[in-house]
């Protein structure tokens, strides 16, 4: 049986089965090199409150230091018969440090250690989450640049609607991700990396500020808690980066979804290149958008995961418990998926192409230009509710007797206002001409 950071009050060992079920090494793990970051910050607390000499002080940040460099340079090994994280590094420290090292644990509990990690951890995910958010919105903002003079029919109810331009389109998406970019940026602002809460009381060392040093990528510095209780219980802000993670999954599968629509043979706007699609084991002629559906599929992933962690924490007393062990793997998971979705998306997208003719073709419906019309009538004195119905009139003529508006006589148009004729139609059935008439949008 492996060491562990408890057990003077126990006759007996750990039964193997509650070894199993409570064992977390096998996630935890991913929490190592913040477990080192904070133990390094702890050992400068403990020499400043001259809990260890100088001698102690440098074999404990020299074994640190050279657990943290294999954990970056990839040659970390973990002991999975170990607990968790938090005992597999004290026992390494113990190993390297020697007697020094059963000082690590001074004036501290895992309860505010693993609080620490995780804040860590998320902290710098968040960070990498935000970079990757934005390397997607360059991305999207060059395709709609090559694509500037491009207009497409735009949709609602997945009903042809009113012609829109490619730019607007994307740049709709450009705005979500904004946005994600915010909830990403918020939910690290209210991340305060802090020790000294100890198991939920605090500690009998006196509050110190830490400033780092290295580790910069964290980019905060380590202060003393204002409430220890809070400290070792609060998990706000992974239901915060959960949550923010969540909307941008949302958002990223409301893209997935419209490039899926675009590229099937019924709408045939786009081709996503063949590195990002994947043929059929028996049709012979398939080329299925299998990225853009698992970017569609996850989302439900991604919230599970936010619901997970906020029902485990909805019913529990002051301050910690062992439920919390539980919420690392939705926060990992959901960093890791939505991480590989930018990533993927943003290569995706360097290589999409617009089918012009086809996009083109689809202008063509005359029904797309309905609002037009009727916003020409309302510019020459007719009420919004009577062009709505005149117009409304005309092109339930134009379906139920298969005829196109722009072969369609001044005489005719005249039956259903006088002030319609076929010069004017035919420069409102345009799609520039109805991009460029819209003046409600700032440019």
């Known amino acids: 049986m492996t060491k562990k950071l408890w057990g003077g009050r126990f006759s007996k060992g750990t039964h193997k089965l509650v070894e199993e079920f409570t064992n977390s090494i096998h996630f935890d793990q991913k929490l190592a090199k913040y477990d080192v970051i904070g133990s390094l910050a702890h050992i400068d607390v403990l020499k400043k409150a001259k809990l260890l000499k100088a001698v102690e002080y440098q074999a404990l940040k020299k074994a640190l230091e050279s657990i943290l460099k294999t954990i970056e340079n990839g040659t970390f090994k973990i002991n999975p018969s170990f607990e968790d994280i938090h005992s597999y590094i004290q026992e390494l420290v113990e190993k390297k440090a020697g007697k020094a090292g059963l000082k690590l644990h001074t004036c501290r509990s895992r309860n505010d250690q693993v609080a620490f990690d995780v804040k860590a951890y998320t902290l710098e995910n968040l960070f990498i989450t935000q970079k990757l958010v934005d390397d997607l919105t360059i991305t999207l903002g060059n395709l709609a640049n090559k ?67 290295k580790n910069k990528s964290l980019l905060k510095d380590i202060d003393s808690t204002k409430n220890s209780l809070d400290a070792v219980s609060d998990r706000d802000f992974i239901i915060e980066s959960l949550n923010a993670l969540a909307t941008t999954s949302m958002h990223l599968s409301r893209l997935a979804e419209d490039m899926i629509l675009w590229s099937t043979k019924e709408f045939d706007f786009i081709d996503v290149d063949d590195a990002f699609c994947t043929g059929s084991s028996l049709m012979p002629q398939k080329k299925n958008p299998d990225v853009l559906e698992l970017v569609r599929g996850y989302t439900g992933r991604l919230y599970g995961n936010l619901v997970n962690v906020l029902t485990m924490m909805k019913g529990l007393p002051l301050s910690y418990n062992r439920d919390m062990q539980l919420d690392k793997e939705p926060l990992f998971d959901s960093f890791e998926i939505v991480q590989k979705e930018l990533a993927v998306l943003t290569e995706l997208f360097k290589n999409v192409k617009f089918k012009k003719d086809n996009i083109v073709k689809q202008l063509e419906d005359e029904s797309l230009y309905a609002t037009d019309m009727s916003d020409y009538l309302v510019q020459n004195g007719v009420t919004f509710k009577d062009a709505h119905k005149i117009i409304g009139h005309l092109i339930q003529h134009k379906l139920k007797n298969n005829v196109e508006i722009k072969t369609m006589t001044d005489a005719e148009l005249k039956k259903f206002h006088p002030k319609l ?23």
Do not use: C, W
């Open 421 to 443: 004729n076929a010069k004017v139609l035919k420069n409102i059935i345009n799609p520039k001409t109805s991009v460029q008439s819209k003046k409600s949008i700032k440019k």
């Open 147 to 213: 694509n500037r003079n491009l207009v497409i029919p735009g949709f609602t109810h997945l009903q042809h609607a009113i012609p829109v331009s490619v730019v607007q389109y994307l740049n709709a998406y450009v705005e979500m991700l904004n946005r994600d970019h915010v909830r990403l940026y918020n939910a690290a602002v209210n991340i305060h990396l802090t020790l000294g809460a100890g198991a939920l009381a605090g500690t009998f060392i006196p509050a110190l500020n830490y400033k780092q040093k």
